[in-house]
């Protein structure tokens, strides 16, 4: 059991990692003996196995422990064994004698100590952990740090730490059974065809990207020439897309629902057409307005439901006022006769009141936080939180998107480069589940994007890296599920252990799980990221308060055994 000493202001933000971080742990109670204390306090004599201390300014044991402090003004990346990561708010680097725990990343400065006093072990950090984590899951990190996933290493290095002391831990990861991850596959719907785009800046733009920058494109060798032919021949086909007697090459719905068959989706629809949000709050740009709406393509989106895909909100004015966001949620609910959605706000727009706003006007989700110009970990993880301020509503970030990926003025990468991007998010997944949303446009199949090729490509790749794909609303459900389970008392015994929860209600699909990790040797000396998960192994919560699990063909097992050697058995 870990106990928590913190700020009264960070309350809710210590309540929210221990949700992403699912695992034993209560606020310090002086009566209680605890294995570890977590403090952002300045404090020095508790009774436990391991005392960590995050704080950027001096406390009283640098004193006793003869530690010299210096504030850090100039922050460079931090380095954990091989992983670097942020930090955003106050820090300080330590000079001592103590080992070193984590060091700048030029290894000039150290700002992790680790201090053996009594048989006890002091862990002293010089950074504020919940400060961190509330900046990750507010503001969010600037696209420069997006492709690290901060949030995910505080939580690896806490649980390596606790293992290295050899404390037994248990967690419930978040990881569908059977699978190493989620994919959750979304569309944003911004245009519905060219047939509603005559000789306006849309239809100009398209002809002068698919002519002339496809061309310059080509001869730079960022794009096939067979690409060049099928962009000028879907601009020759023009006139007969207007006069009805050519297929409309932006209306991609059919395609998609070939291509997603099987892994499930959710397609973001616009509830008002011409209308780019309300000036009083941000000074929308007339590009934001959208030629068509829910009502235009009313039929096809009942389609979409019946064959399994998930309809949700594109909003425009509900990032900010929660009346015009009932609004756009009843007018996409009344159309296509449903209860309850999610939302992904026009062009992401989104600030630190948008939580409340959206939970207001009724959704259950969100899915806006991401980057328009990058592709990552904008709050730092793969898994949905809640956010601050919001009692129910919760975040599924966004973490790839085409158009930040291909985009001139963004990313503007290569196939190569985009794929290499990807696969480093993918392993982000494996190595610490959750869900990897996804958005890639309703027009990026056709042309001038023509980016479905490496859309297909990106979905077999992630099914053989073992995603489990759910429409949004569906991986969201799972999440609230994951959260709803409390520990009321773990106990460690020689031939096992014995955990109690607070509710029994643990079904779930797909099924959630119970990790438990035995501390080892290896662990403390081991530089793999999966080192952790080496020395655990995992069993299905059941519909049961209480749980025992024997262990002792796991804990005799040879180090050469396999995952799937291990004689585990779990009794109600």
Sequence with gaps: MIGVISREN??????????????????YLPQKSYDIVLST?????????VLLIYNSRMCMVDSIHGIVTQPQDKKELLKYKNHEYPIYGN????????????????????AGLKINAN????????YDLFEEISFLLTEGQPKENAIIPTLEIHILMLRDWILQAEIPLVEIPPIPA??????????DVDFAGIRRHKFDPTMWGFIYRALVGSFFAALKGRLSWSKVIKKWMAVLSLPGVYLGLARDFWFQFDRYLKIDKNFGSTFFIIPFKNSPGDEKAVKASRRRAVRYDITDISKLAKAILDEGYEIGLHGIDAWHDSAKGRQ????ICEVVDCSEIGVRMHWLYFDEHSPQALEKAGFIYDSSFGHNDAVGHRAGTTQAFQPMGAQILLELPLHIMDTALFYGKRMNLSDSQAAALCDRLIEDAVRFGGSLTINWHHRSLAPERLWGEFYSNLLR?????GAYFMAAMRVVKWFQKRREILFEEVCFTKSGLKARFKRADFDCDPPLLLRVYLPSERVSTNDDFLSSAQNSFEV?????????????????REPSEKDSDRSVSAKE
């Design 461 to 465: 790749e992630l099914e053989a890296r």
């Design 10 to 27: 960070e309350a809710h933000i210590v309540k929210e990692f221990f949700q992403l971080f699912k695992t034993p742990w209560e606020y």
């Design 119 to 126: 048989k006890k072990q002091v862990l002293r950090i010089g």
């Design 540 to 556: 299905i919560l059941s519909n049961a308060r209480d749980m025992q699990i024997t262990f002792e063909d796991v804990l005799n």
């Design 41 to 49: 306090k300045d404090v020095h004599q508790m009774e436990a196995k």
């Design 328 to 331: 756009e949620m009843n007018r």
């Design 178 to 187: 059977g699978h190493k991850f989620f994919v959750c596959l979304t569309h």
């Design 91 to 110: 820090q300080l680097t330590f000079i001592s004698s103590h080992p070193p725990l984590i060091q700048t990343k030029g290894g000039s400065g150290i």
